[in-house]
């Protein structure tokens, strides 16, 4: 019987009474969540399947909430994906360069196919891929045919966008890895399989994992989590703030005197 998900324990901000407690009481300031929610909460996004349209819509309304949250705070984002469709990773693509936030990629198993154009996406200096992680580039694929009642305007039409959309996952690579046109062009003529190592030759991934990295990641990811802490913190004061003028406001209300005729003295 295949094991569930595990929840996790993220840390709260403390108050002020609450750190004077004593440790059995230190639980209060955690919650716990479904594993994938907990790494959110860190700005970790992990794409695990095919990018399908349920996945890559939950990956970008993610961004765009990290986003909303700290816009200068890094995302990092893990991929171990087959690919997927091409209108869908090209979405991906450009929303992953269109928020401020810088996001980091990292392929730990495979990223095949239009995963491997998500994985080149991420910010410059800031794509890595695991030790024996295989990166696939190839042509963006479709079936098309003529349906009952098409025309062959119809079918033509539909080629010339699928040729549109190769001319811009083609320009986007080259732009991401610093490769000119034609070499774009020439590798992904049939299946390429690369290494990691091969991946960092060519210009889609800056570096090979390792554990400096994972350690550079963990600080980064600590220093952003007490930024967070001590924004809740600042707006935990301000409701507190506001909930005492409301108070002071009704007790003013209640101090004056109304006679039996309704009217104030």
Same mark, same amino acid.
């Given at each position: 019987? !295949? ?9 709260? !901000? ?7 407690? +004593?440790?059995?009481? +230190? ?33 970008? /309304? ?10 200068? %705070?890094?995302?990092?984002? *893990? ?21 401020? !936030? ?8 495979? %990223? ?9 996406? /991420? ?25 009952? /009642? ?34 774009? +062009? ?5 299946? %390429? *399989? ?41 707006? /935990? ?29």
């Amino acid at each position: 019987m !295949p094991l569930g998900l595990p929840n996790i324990a993220i840390d709260l !901000p403390k108050k002020e009474e609450e750190e004077e407690e +004593e440790e059995e009481e +230190e639980d209060k300031n955690q919650e716990w969540y479904d594993l994938y929610s907990g790494l959110s909460r860190l700005r970790i996004i992990f794409i695990y399947d095919e990018l399908s349209e349920e996945i890559v819509n939950q990956t970008m /309304g993610l961004i765009a909430s990290l986003s909303i949250q700290n816009s200068k %705070a890094d995302i990092f984002c *893990f991929i171990n994906s087959p690919g997927g469709t091409l209108i869908l990773g090209s979405g991906l693509y450009d929303m992953m360069n269109s928020v401020p !936030p810088d996001i980091n990629t990292t392929s730990i198993g495979v %990223a095949a196919s239009m995963a491997s154009y998500i994985l080149a996406g /991420g910010e410059k200096t800031k794509r890595l891929a695991t030790a024996y992680s295989r990166i696939m580039l190839h042509q963006p694929a479709a079936e098309l045919s003529v349906k009952n /009642g098409g025309t062959v305007a119809e079918f033509l039409h539909d080629v010339r966008e699928l040729a549109e959309l190769r001319e811009h996952v083609v320009h986007n690579y080259a732009k991401q890895t610093g490769q000119p046109y034609w070499a774009i +062009e020439q590798m992904i003529d049939r299946d %390429a *399989f690369l290494s990691a190592s091969e991946a960092k030759t060519f210009g889609i991934v800056d570096d090979i994992m390792n554990k400096e990295h994972v350690r550079n990641m963990s600080e980064k990811m600590k220093k952003y989590q007490e930024l967070d802490e001590k924004q809740d913190e600042k707006q /935990g004061e301000v409701d507190e703030e506001e909930v005492d003028e409301e108070e002071v406001d009704e007790e003013d209300v209640d101090e004056e005197e109304v006679d039996p005729l309704g009217l104030r003295r």
